[in-house]
């Protein structure tokens, strides 16, 4: 039987490197909903592919139907900038979590599995080497650092999910996304810094040769997950084989590209020094410090280190990563600088 599957948010970055891969290896059809399509041309003129203009927090009633006519349902609308955490937060809690929890709800109420993006952000500042997703104690900073609302507000969101999943039944997946990186994160040629996530504001900042700025020197350690490994395993979570996903929760992150912010930001200058066109502009990149007060605000706190344990991923859903550092960073310069019409001699 074919399923049925509705994403809210699918013009983002996951949605739609999701719903391509639902069109390309699956006989599944999609129902989409978001306030924009630019990143979906390459889906929109599939058969199986039903794509609506609207927002989650506005059109309630074409959701609610979708969500009743569908098998599985996955909300993927969220702000996911640290930047956005502590300049709006109550922005970030009404998205993040209350119109969510709507959607939720509806999923309850109708009997629908819902596929729920968490966060590695819930783990917060825990000491553990290792992150598991269900013995390791989450660790947030004060009030005053708003830079945890978004993490609360998931991880409130993971309780009321579980708890479903116990007291009406609800089937669900948790997943949580360890630092996914690819095409069409967010704009690469977008020059204004602090308007993207650091992965693609460093590759921004070495295309409009400015400086690359390390928060607090660039000691943090994250593990970068290319964006076609993480759909991989959200499509056997979709699949669900055996009821191998249902009422579980799982780290979808590479521990073996486990870097340090500054290490990062070197490794991306010399892949682009792999391209002839931005060889010696890359060599020419320099790499500051600069305080998060400075750069984030007051009320901005870091996490040092972020490994996630992904034996259960690997047990239950038969997934590993499969994509280094160095070629997630050449697929993403590969596509954006075709597309940006620069030319690409290697």
Known sequence: MTKKILILGVNGFIGSSL??????????????????????????GDPRFKFVEGDITINREWIEYHVRKCDVVIPLVAIANPAQYVKFPLRVFELDFEANLDIVRKCVRHGRRVIFP?????????????????TTNLVYGPIDKQRWIYAASKQLLDRVIYAYGIHE??????????????????????????????FTQFISNVIFKKPIQLVDGGKQGRSFTFIDDGVDALLRIIENKNGAASRRIFNLGNPANNVTVAELAR???????????????????????????????????DIQTRVPSIAAAREALGWTPQTSLRDAIRHTLDYHLAHAGHELAV
């Open 19 to 44: 719903v391509r891969a639902i069109l390309d290896r699956t006989d599944w059809e999609v129902y989409g909903m978001d306030i924009g399509s630019h990143k979906l041309d390459a889906s929109l």
């Open 118 to 134: 968490s966060t590695s952000e819930v783990y917060g500042m825990s000491p553990d080497a290792e992150l598991d997703e269900m």
């Open 169 to 198: 039944n609800l089937d669900y997946t948790l997943f949580r996304p360890f630092n996914w990186i690819g095409p069409m994160l967010d704009d690469i040629m977008e020059p204004k810094e602090g308007s993207s996530r650091l």
């Open 267 to 301: 490794v991306i200058i010399e892949v682009f020094k792999e391209y002839p066109a931005y060889r010696e502009q890359a060599a020419q990149t320099r790499i500051v410090s600069v305080s998060s007060g400075e750069y984030f605000g007051k009320y901005y706190q």
